[in-house]
């Protein structure tokens, strides 16, 4: 089981931006994907964006589309998410994921609330 170290996440106002980060540990063997995915209460877990190893760029929900930046260091085994022009529906608890030859583990979860 990779065990994933997440941050960014927080309070911010409406058309605001959080960037959030999601480690693995140095010795993880080369991962296929990495990515995150939201929950709202009530509701099911989405797809923000995901990128694969090597890749310079990912691909995105349609709530998030134009609006978020995924990128990588593969050297540091770490996923950015680059959030913009943050929305009150953009609320939930933001899950990063890591998909590598063994599976799929998941992160703990880091809270994103934009106030109205």
């Known amino acids: 089981q990779v065990a994933l170290v997440e941050s960014g996440g927080g309070l911010v106002q409406t058309g605001g931006s959080l960037r959030l980060s999601c480690a693995a540990p140095?010795?993880?063997?080369?991962?296929?994907?990495m990515g995150w995915f939201r929950q709202a209460p009530g509701k099911d877990r989405d797809l923000v964006a995901a990128i694969d190893w090597g890749r310079s760029s990912g691909i995105y929900g349609d709530s998030v589309e134009g609006r978020c930046t995924i990128s990588s260091d593969n050297a540091k085994n770490t996923v950015y998410l680059e959030m913009n022009g943050l929305k009150p529906e953009d609320t939930g608890t933001y899950y990063c994921?890591?998909?590598?030859?063994?599976?799929?583990?998941w992160g703990q979860g880091t809270q994103v609330t934009v106030s109205s």
């Open positions: 994921y890591i998909d590598t030859r063994d599976g799929r583990d």
């Open positions: 140095e010795d993880t063997h080369r991962w296929v994907t």
